[in-house]
């Protein structure tokens, strides 16, 4: 059985104004959402080559940073390793420098606010998104990634010694460990290899058997 109902007029005016202000609010969050969409794209930039400089370009196919360097990489948090003659310095998305050249002979992508360093004396260090020093590097590390939850994933060369014809040999290698972002060994050099961190988790290796551990450093998987 159906069941047949009536409004007044006062009754009418409320759902009708319930309907407009509901249809308002979902106006509005379309009107924001595209505005936020159309920003969004605005603001991430591409590296482009033309005639042999590069630049960059918007999502749009918009020039935004005319082609003026011998070599350019894609933002990371708003930052761009660009090199004028052969030197390395970091811009942002507005094309300001904040990293001159001069100043380092290799920079890293930026990640989690920091970014890898090596000067004219091979020293390596980490620098903050303004270009300031966050901590050196031990001279024992060879190399360290990007952080990722927080921690880098470090290498240091270490001697493997092989018996080969009755002759002890030896070979460059390599041990991995992680450190945090003051620059404390967190877990020490004990693994062949060993993955970023990725929400929590990495992989690690031991010769030819891979294992998983946290972000302490305690193995929940096993190297097998």
């Not at 970014?115 to 001279?139: H, R």
């Not at 031991?206 to 096993?222: A, I, Q, Y």
Request: with cysteine; net charge positive.
């Amino acid at each position: 059985m159906r069941h047949y109902f009536s409004l007044n007029k006062c009754e009418l005016n409320v759902c009708a104004n319930i309907y407009f202000s509901g249809m308002k609010r979902i106006l509005f969050f379309l009107l924001t959402s595209g505005l936020s969409f159309a920003a969004s794209a605005q603001k991430h930039l591409f590296p482009i080559k033309i005639k042999d400089k590069w630049g960059y370009t918007n999502a749009a196919g918009k020039m935004v940073i005319a082609a003026q360097y011998d070599y350019a990489e894609s933002f990371f948090e708003d930052r761009a390793v660009v090199a004028l003659e052969n030197q390395p310095c970091v811009i942002n998305t507005s094309n300001k420098r904040i990293i001159d050249t001069g100043l380092y002979i290799n920079i890293t992508r930026y990640s989690e606010g920091l970014a890898k360093v090596t000067d004219t004396k091979l020293k390596q260090s980490f620098i903050d998104v303004n270009g300031k020093k966050a901590f050196d590097l031990p001279a024992n590390i060879y190399d360290a990634r990007p952080f990722n939850n927080g921690l880098s994933s470090v290498a240091t060369s270490v001697d493997i010694h092989k018996q080969k014809f009755g002759h002890d040999l030896v070979d460059l290698g390599y041990k991995f460990g992680y450190m945090n972002k003051k620059g404390e060994q967190v877990v020490p050099f004990e693994y062949d290899d060993a993955d970023d961190f990725q929400n929590g988790f990495a992989r690690f290796r031991e010769g030819t058997k891979f294992g998983v551990l946290d972000s302490t450093g305690r193995v929940l998987v096993p190297a097998r």
